[in-house]
């Protein structure tokens, strides 16, 4: 069974900074492009990032680029997202989210999320 | 960026009812676009991708057609179960990977 654990989420001040971790099991983890995506509770769907199966390309949405920087280490089975200069509107249920084998783009595996909250 | 409106924002029906939701793209994105499931306090589960094609162990009730701009999401007969939030999602290209605003399926 494919399985996707978030955690880092917690409450952190405006201009902070945070990881955010997703462990994977069930699964060739370096075979599958990943993504984050997020949702402000009660509102909709906002994808965040992409990274490849070896890290080799990564893609942001206008809204975090330049402040977030997704990872991965094959190792650990594990993928990353570090969120620098946080802002208010950043708060949100992140999502770790696996794309299917030959097409990244097709979200078919979703872990619970980790809640992030962005006040001072 | 490609944007995704989807409509109606929210649908009141009963159990057997057919409904359908549709998703209209910014601009031309062939079949690449994905249609999702999300019960509250969970996450989404993708039901429909390629415009047309069923997720494995999706029931048949469930289909999606449509290419260039213009898609639709059908429930043949809606099930209990299957009052949730639906969500279209477009893929052409490049990132980033836009999702519909969102349809709220709810119980008449």
Known sequence: EVQLVESGGVVVQPGGSLRLSCVVSGLTFDDYTMHWVRQVPGKGLEWVSLISWDGGNTFYGDSVKGRFTISRDNNKNSLYLQMNSLRTEDTALYYCVKGRLGAGYHFDHWGQGTLVTVSS | ?108
């Open chain 2, 1 to 108: 960026d490609i944007q995704m409106t989807q409509s109606p924002s929210s649908l009141s029906a009963s159990v057997g009812d057919r409904v359908t939701i549709t998703c209209q793209a910014s601009q031309d994105i062939s079949n690449y676009l994905n249609w999702y499931q999300q019960k509250p306090g969970k996450a989404p589960k993708l039901l429909i991708y390629d415009a047309s094609n069923l997720q494995r162990g999706v029931p048949s009730r469930f289909s999606g057609s449509g290419s260039g701009t213009d898609f639709t999401f059908t429930i043949s007969s809606l099930q209990p179960e299957d009052f949730a939030t639906y969500y279209c999602q477009q893929y052409d290209n490049l990132p980033p990977y836009t999702f519909g605003q969102g349809t709220k399926l709810e119980i008449k």
